[in-house]
């Protein structure tokens, strides 16, 4: 047996391999050679860990010592003191630089201490593009389980009794929509896994594909099973190139391993799984959009009823889950429904995985208990607002969802509640917003990508959403008026009701979210021709404090419009008709005489 | 794959050789690799270790290094942690004392005392 004194785990999702971590991993190789301990050090490539905002990271075991923000030329150190002298190299340790437990880092972080991470168990500790790591970790375990053990219903009520909702968006409850599958007649089935993530900054499900992509396909390989299906497709976005990639080695060393194929251990059970790779075209995360895609015509949704468990891929019953919903899948088998039933809460088991963005101080990715409050998300684990600004509203559920105000801060999250708030799960991106975020320049921004999304089959969505979006812009231009505001809200309310699939039914919920929310900022903006933020340039100026400039023309020569004109002897001033309000000035001058004027 | 037994095979095969990134409870073995510790020899001593511990399959045990502890004359020095965090120094190891502290120490749980700091002072008095 091999045996490694020393483990070092770099991270090869697409945050950190973005920021350089495949050289990283180059330089470490070469070092530990050089040194001569390249046969007692092992070094892994592994998935997400999740504190993205601090990347890349490096984890070394057995401490748990978590290196964040590791650059090549670090290399050198963390070989020379921590591998040879067994010394922490502090200064790039995650955390409280200052008290730092000499033994375990990483679980004494604060960004990991309140997580419980079921979908993203294995990322960030198993090397994804080997298949017996996984195994380690049970893997496949539930499959041979459920195949040798149980029949299909018992595994149908077994996913029941676990309570597991979609983690798509909708939060269906999974074992329903398993069973709705399997009682569909059909002489072929078909299960489908969503991997179409498209959220604005929502990377939960392209984590699990990169950190721990067997656990899809076991899950859905249980799918199968259970609902009578021996074929399987992934339809995963094109743009996730490592995503991708790793699903490929991952079915190759599944079908070397007899684990997909014929005979399942040595039962009548066959399966395979197809990847089919996506444009990129955000409606394709809705089911029937998506099944339309993979049978290769365009991408565009279709009325329901009928619903794909009953006729979906090429007219066949077909079980489509997203990616997180399928990570939960073989734990429940492994630990039992009863005790994933006993994380969450009463409706909503389990846990959910969050993109937390914005303005927070520790980006990245989130698994927690449903049903913690977003005050715990933002402050205890996300580490707070940069800048000590103050918490304004968090928006869930991309396109789709809304705004929860700071009032409903310590409100439990869940599906119920959310949608209480006017918000919804989602697929689990959470931005954080402070004072310096517009309400409406947000519900534009939203809007604005629904407009470039929509596929334009039904007219509540491809007139109506523009139609809104040009109230928006008119809002938010300073032109607006106050019976806009009105035809807003019964624009909103029509598409609702009318719009063919999802994409449309929700695209207004950004926008009746703010207003319920901060309809005071849209009366400002339309009344008062003010954004009280100080963001949309319409309404705000940047101008310079003529006693406190100290005339240096720092601000004059950053301009990138040459518009700030001035000299030594008189106080610099801009030029508000050629000012394209880029706000450089502000940023440069160093005796801070240049505001926003909102 | 055919049965629940070939998976379970690898399964045991591979954890042995990664437990370490979950594994918070097993003995450790820490040995002193500053200038003194390895000039003294510590390199062959913690070979020794991580071969003997190889070859029992003890991969709940971990092999760290740590730098000097002061008393460098008595160099190599290793120190030996039970999970409950009680530990043993064991002092001027050698590759055969190494594999002598596996086999008592580690797996019998029986403190190889002539081999301590607490020996080694008695003696030198």
Not at chain 1, 106 to 124: M, P, S
């Amino acid at each position: 047996m091999e045996f490694f004194r020393a483990h070092v785990l770099i991270c090869g999702g697409t945050g950190c391999t973005s920021s350089n971590s495949p050289a990283i991993k180059k330089e470490l190789e070469a070092q530990l050679y050089k040194n001569k301990l390249d046969k007692e050090v092992k070094v892994v490539t592994t998935g997400c860990f999740g504190l993205c905002a601090e990347g890349p990271i490096m984890v070394v075991y057995p401490e748990g010592a978590m290196y964040t923000m590791v650059r090549v030329e670090d290399v050198k150190e963390i070989v020379e003191e921590h591998l040879i002298k067994g010394r922490l190299v502090k200064r790039l340790l995650a955390g409280d630089k200052e008290a730092v437990d000499s033994s375990r880092s990483l679980e004494n972080v604060d960004f990991f201490k309140r997580q419980v991470r079921i979908a993203l168990r294995n990322c960030g500790i198993i090397n994804p593009e080997n298949i017996d790591e996984y195994i380690a970790y049970d893997g496949y375990k539930a499959l041979a389980k459920a195949l040798t053990e149980l029949t299909p219903d018992q595994v149908i009520a077994e996913v029941k009794k676990s309570g597991l909702r979609g983690r798509g968006g909708a939060g269906f409850p999974t074992g329903l929509k398993w069973e709705f599958t399997k009682k569909s007649a059909g002489d072929q089935k078909y299960v489908c896994c969503n991997a179409d993530e498209g959220d604005p900054g929502a990377f939960m499900d392209r984590s699990v594909l990169e950190g721990d992509p067997h656990s899809i396909l076991e899950a859905m390989e249980i799918a199968g099973y259970a609902v009578g299906s021996d074929q399987g497709y992934i339809y995963v976005r094109a743009e996730y190139p490592i995503a991708v990639k790793r699903l490929e080695i991952a079915i190759k060393q599944a079908k070397e391993y007899g684990l997909l194929g014929k005979n399942i251990f040595g039962t009548s059970f066959n399966f395979d799984i197809e990847l089919r790779l996506g444009a990129g075209a955000f409606v394709c995360g809705e089911e029937t959009a998506l099944i339309t895609s993979i049978e290769g015509k365009r991408g565009e949704p279709k009325p329901k009823p009928p619903f794909p468990a009953v006729r979906g891929l090429w007219q066949k019953p077909t079980l489509l889950n997203n990616v997180e919903t399928y990570a939960n899948i073989p734990v429940i088998f492994n630990k039992g429904a009863d005790w994933f039933a006993s994380i969450g809460t009463e409706k909503s088991k389990g846990t959910k995985v969050f993109a937390v963005g914005g303005k927070i101080n520790n980006t990245g990715l989130v698994e927690i208990p449903i049903g913690t409050t977003l005050r715990e998300i933002i402050y205890d684990i996300g580490g707070g607002i940069p800048n000590g600004k103050k918490f304004k509203a968090a928006q869930t559920g991309g396109p789709s969802g809304g705004c929860i105000p700071a009032s409903h801060i310590d409100t439990p999250i869940d599906y119920e509640t959310l949608k209480e708030l006017g918000s919804m799960m989602g697929s689990g991106g959470l931005i954080v917003m402070d004072e310096d975020n517009c309400m409406v320049d947000i519900a534009r921004f939203f809007l604005e990508f629904t407009v470039d999304e929509s596929c334009g089959k039904c007219p509540p969505c491809r007139i109506g959403t523009k139609r809104m979006l040009e109230i928006l812009e008119r809002i938010t231009g300073g032109k607006g008026e106050m019976e806009d505001i009105d035809k807003l809200e019964v624009l909103a309310k029509n598409i609702i009701a009318s719009a063919l699939c999802g994409l449309g039914q929700s695209a207004p919920q950004p926008v009746l979210s703010t207003l319920r929310y901060f309809r005071d900022e849209y009366i400002a903006h339309v009344r008062d021709k003010k954004c009280p933020a100080g963001v949309c340039k319409s309404m705000m100026s940047y101008v310079i404090a003529a006693d406190h400039c100290k005339k240096c023309g720092i601000c004059a020569k950053n301009c990138p419009v040459s518009c700030i004109s001035g000299d030594k002897n008189t106080p610099y001033v801009i030029d508000q008709e050629k000012c394209i309000k880029c706000g450089a000035c502000m940023e440069k001058c160093p005796f801070k005489a240049i505001f926003k004027n909102a | 794959m055919k049965s629940l037994a070939e998976l379970e095979a690898i399964r045991n095969k591979t954890l042995d050789q990664i437990k370490m990134r979950t594994n918070k409870s097993g003995k450790r073995v820490v040995v002193g690799m500053a200038t003194c510790g390895i000039a003294a020899g510590a390199r062959p001593v913690m070979n020794a270790f991580t071969e003997e511990l190889a070859k029992r399959k003890l991969s709940d045990v971990s092999v760290t290094m740590t730098g000097c502890i002061g008393v460098c004359r008595l160099e190599p020095i290793v120190e030996i942690f039970d999970a409950d965090g009680t530990k043993v120094t064991y002092v001027k190891m050698t590759a055969e004392k190494a594999a002598r502290i596996v086999s008592e120490h580690i797996v019998n749980g029986r403190v190889c005392q002539d081999l301590t700091i607490g020996a080694a002072e008695a003696e030198s008095k």
